[in-house]
């Protein structure tokens, strides 16, 4: 069982930045892409971001230019950093990485003034 440890979620107000971190420990990190995906209440879950063991990263069309996504495959880790931040982005945060699909137990951001 691949288990996803999410952290560095909370509240913020808009226009501020954060950062997201996810570990999976104990797995060859570099075979596999890793992204976030987001829920928000009342909604579909939804790509932020996926990067992929190559280095090719994909963004959802309303955080593109506002997100980055990258990876360090030494630390097992793949980071969010997130700017410029909007009511809109307040969502669960889930990790995941694949193939197959591993998923993050989810971390909340708030953004509001």
């Known amino acids: 069982q691949v288990q996803l440890v999410e952290s560095g979620g909370g509240s913020v107000q808009p226009g501020e930045s954060l950062s997201l971190s996810c570990t999976a420990p104990?797995?060859?990190?570099?075979?596999?892409?890793a992204g976030w995906f987001r829920q928000a209440p009342g909604k579909e879950r939804e790509l932020v971001a996926m990067l992929t063991n190559g280095g090719h990263a994909t963004y959802g069309d309303s955080v593109n230019g506002r997100f980055t996504i990258s990876r360090d495959n030494a630390k097992n880790t793949v980071y969010l950093q997130m700017s410029t931040l909007e009511p809109e982005d307040t969502a669960v945060y889930i990790c995941?990485?694949?193939?197959?699909?591993?998923w993050g137990q989810g971390i909340q951001v708030t953004v509001s003034s």
């Open positions: 995941n990485i694949g193939p197959p699909p591993h």
């Open positions: 104990g797995v060859t990190f570099s075979n596999y892409a």
